[in-house]
């Protein structure tokens, strides 16, 4: 079992590090308006999740196994944002009324002046200005009608409901210390007890299950974004998506 698993990382990360480089290439073809508030976000969202996929790389050569399923939730959420404001560019204002709550929650917490690290924020003199700004913009955009979406409600808007129930549950086990991370990540039953792993030996079956789970987000992220700005490499994503096909046929059957 541990020598078929390490076959299909083998197949998965060889297609990965090829994948990378591509990408970076053809993201250089790109034409954006870059006044236009949907062309920057959505270029900003590819570029945190190619930078963020070639970060990959260096933890699996570096053997920081922990790190990767932490970087990898990212990248799920940077997609879920770019799928949704690629189908729907009205949910970008959904992503400002997340920024605006998040800003008011910060300087709300600044105004108490009870936070050491909040003191110069606290002692601005246009703190209660900015605050009544964000407020007033964050009303303004609720009033228009846009919605104030949780993380579930953007996952199933992406139309990746089942993601959210399985892969980002087990991303977020890792990124948050669950118990159930903890003991995967370092313990191993012995006799009576259990062992202590600081830094455990590649587990095959996880390392190919992240790298086949970041490679289908890239390349779906990258066939949307191309697609979106008509950029002339578009039948170079036909070509990936060919090709992460075949990959898939190849590792788990006909069906997969």
Same mark, same amino acid.
């Given at each position: =079992?541990?020598?078929?698993?390490?076959?299909?990382?083998?197949?998965?990360? &060889?297609?990965?590090?090829?994948?990378?480089?591509?990408?970076?290439?053809?993201?250089?073809?790109?034409?954006?308006?870059? &006044?236009?508030?949907?062309?920057?976000?959505?270029?900003?969202?590819?570029?945190?999740?190619?930078?963020?996929?070639?970060?990959?790389?260096?933890?699996? &050569?570096?053997?920081?196994?922990?790190?990767?399923?932490?970087?990898?939730?990212?990248?799920?959420?940077?997609?879920?944002?770019?799928?949704?404001? +690629?189908?729907?560019?009205?949910?970008?204002?959904?992503?400002?009324?997340?920024?605006?709550?998040?800003?008011?929650?910060?300087?709300?917490?600044?105004?108490?002046?009870?936070?050491?690290? =909040?003191?110069?924020?606290?002692?601005?003199?246009?703190?209660?200005?900015?605050?009544?700004?964000?407020?007033?913009?964050?009303?303004?955009?609720?009033?228009?009608?846009?919605?104030?979406?949780?993380?579930?409600?953007?996952?199933?808007?992406?139309?990746? %409901?089942?993601?959210?129930? &399985?892969?980002?549950?087990?991303? +977020? +086990?890792?990124?948050?210390?669950?118990?159930?991370?903890?003991?995967?990540?370092?313990?191993?039953?012995?006799?009576?007890?259990?062992?202590?792993?600081?830094?455990?030996?590649?587990?095959?079956?996880?390392?190919?299950?992240?790298?086949?789970?970041?490679? %289908?987000?890239?390349?779906?992220?990258?066939?949307?974004?191309?697609?979106?700005?008509?950029?002339?490499?578009?039948?170079? =994503?036909?070509?990936?998506?060919?090709? =992460?096909?075949?990959?898939?046929?190849?590792?788990?059957?006909?069906?997969?």
């Amino acid at each position: =079992m541990h020598d078929e698993y390490k076959e299909k990382f083998v197949a998965v990360i &060889t297609f990965y590090e090829k994948l990378i480089p591509r990408l970076i290439d053809y993201a250089a073809s790109f034409t954006f308006d870059g &006044t236009h508030i949907l062309h920057i976000t959505l270029v900003s969202l590819y570029g945190s999740i190619l930078e963020l996929g070639r970060s990959l790389l260096p933890l699996l &050569t570096s053997e920081s196994y922990s790190a990767i399923p932490i970087v990898l939730r990212s990248i799920l959420e940077a997609y879920v944002d770019l799928e949704n404001i +690629c189908k729907d560019p009205t949910y970008g204002y959904s992503m400002d009324i997340k920024a605006l709550k998040e800003e008011l929650a910060f300087l709300d917490e600044a105004k108490k002046d009870n936070n050491v690290y =909040m003191r110069i924020i606290a002692e601005a003199p246009d703190l209660d200005e900015r605050i009544a700004g964000i407020k007033a913009e964050r009303k303004r955009l609720l009033d228009r009608g846009f919605k104030d979406l949780n993380k579930f409600d953007r996952f199933t808007k992406a139309g990746l %409901e089942n993601e959210y129930r &399985t892969i980002y549950n087990w991303l +977020c +086990c890792a990124s948050h210390n669950d118990q159930r991370e903890l003991r995967r990540r370092h313990l191993e039953k012995h006799g009576e007890g259990v062992k202590i792993h600081l830094f455990k030996e590649a587990d095959y079956a996880e390392l190919e299950s992240h790298f086949g789970v970041a490679s %289908e987000l890239l390349v779906r992220a990258s066939i949307a974004i191309h697609n979106l700005l008509n950029s002339p490499k578009q039948d170079d =994503m036909k070509g990936l998506r060919e090709e =992460m096909d075949k990959l898939r046929r190849e590792i788990y059957g006909e069906d997969a």
